[in-house]
C-alpha cells in the first residue's frame, strides 16, 4: 500500500510509484505523465496518435531498474480509453481500450493513467477491446477515468534476428503468414 493509494489527493504532487523492474531502464514517473529514456509518453501519443509503442533496454530483475539488460528489450504501450462504463457492476468498472492487447500481454498491475493526475480511488476495473468482446484483462485503475483518457502499460520484447524488437508473447503465432501471390512473384 502506497502513500498515493491510501490517500489519492496526493497524486497531484507526487507521482504513483511503479515497479521499475517491470518498466524500461530509464523510466521516470512524473504528476501526470510517464518518461521512458527521456521520451515523454504524452508526447508519444500526440506525435503518433494512440497505439503508440516505445521500445527501449529492459532492466535486469532485482536491479530496481538501475541496470539495463544486454540481451532483453520493454516496450510501453499507449492506449486511449474510448468508452467508459459509468455501471459499477459487481464493484468494477469497464473501460473499451482503442486496440487489442490480448496478443501482447502487457503488466496489468503497472497500467497507468497518464495525461492528468486523477485524485479518484483506484478501484478494479475491466479492460477490453470492444463491447461484446472478452476482457482483456483487470487493473486497478482510478475511479473517475472517462473516454479520451490515456493508459500506459509495460510489456517485455524481444529481439529477433533482424535486430527488430517485438513482443515477447504472441507475436510468432499472430506474424503474417505470405500470399500465394507473394510466393509466386518472389516476394
Known sequence: MTLTRILPTLRRSIPDPIALDRWPRATRA???????GGVSLLRLADLCGTPAVHIAPASVPGSNG?????TMQAGVVVVRVVEASEHF????RMLTLDTDLGALDPVWSEA??????????????????????PTTATADLPADIASGDLIALP???LTDDAGVARPLSGWLANA???????????R
Open 30 to 36: 512524473t504528476v501526470g505523465d510517464l518518461e521512458v
Open 66 to 70: 538501475t541496470v539495463a539488460s544486454p
Open 89 to 92: 457492476a459487481g464493484g468494477v
Open 112 to 133: 497507468r493513467l497518464i495525461g492528468r493526475a486523477s485524485v479518484a480511488r483506484a478501484i478494479r476495473t475491466h479492460l477490453g477491446p470492444a463491447p461484446g468482446l
Open 155 to 157: 510489456y517485455a520484447a
Open 176 to 186: 503474417a503468414t505470405p500470399s500465394p501471390v507473394d510466393d509466386v512473384a518472389g
